[in-house]
Nanobody, 115 residues
Framework: QVQLVESGGGLVQPGGSLRLSCAASGSTFSIYAMGWYRQAPGKQREFVATITSGDSTNYADSVKGRFTISRDNAKNTVYLQMNSLKPEDTAVYYC?????????WGKGTRVTVSS
């Protein structure tokens, strides 16, 4: 079992930056692939970025070059650095931990990009 708690969301102007954090507890963090997903109002949840236990990363085309996912296994935390934010990045961002058939989700943190 893994418990995930996201933080770092908020209101930011277009072009601004935010760093999201996801703190994990309850299991061996380093063996999980970690991901960020988002759900905008009226839309389905979508993939944003993932990082494997071996630090390989993958990004949605919509965020490539603007977002960076990273992990600190010593702190049991995964981060999402978001730069050059756009209004279309507005969503609730969810953290995910996955390994084999197991998948765990946090409750999300809201990001609003607006002037």
């Amino acid at each position: 079992q893994v418990q995930l708690v996201e933080s770092g969301g908020g209101l930011v102007q277009p072009g601004g930056s935010l760093r999201l954090s996801c703190a994990a507890s309850g299991s061996t963090f380093s063996i999980y692939a970690m991901g960020w997903y988002r759900q905008a109002p009226g839309k389905q949840r979508e993939f944003v970025a993932t990082i494997t236990s071996g630090d390989s990363t993958n990004y949605a085309d919509s965020v490539k070059g603007r977002f960076t996912i990273s992990r600190d296994n010593a702190k049991n935390t995964v981060y999402l650095q978001m730069n050059s934010l756009k209004p279309e990045d507005t969503a609730v961002y969810y953290c995910n931990a996955a390994r084999t058939v197991y998948s765990y989700w946090g409750k999300g943190t809201r990001v609003t990009v607006s002037s």
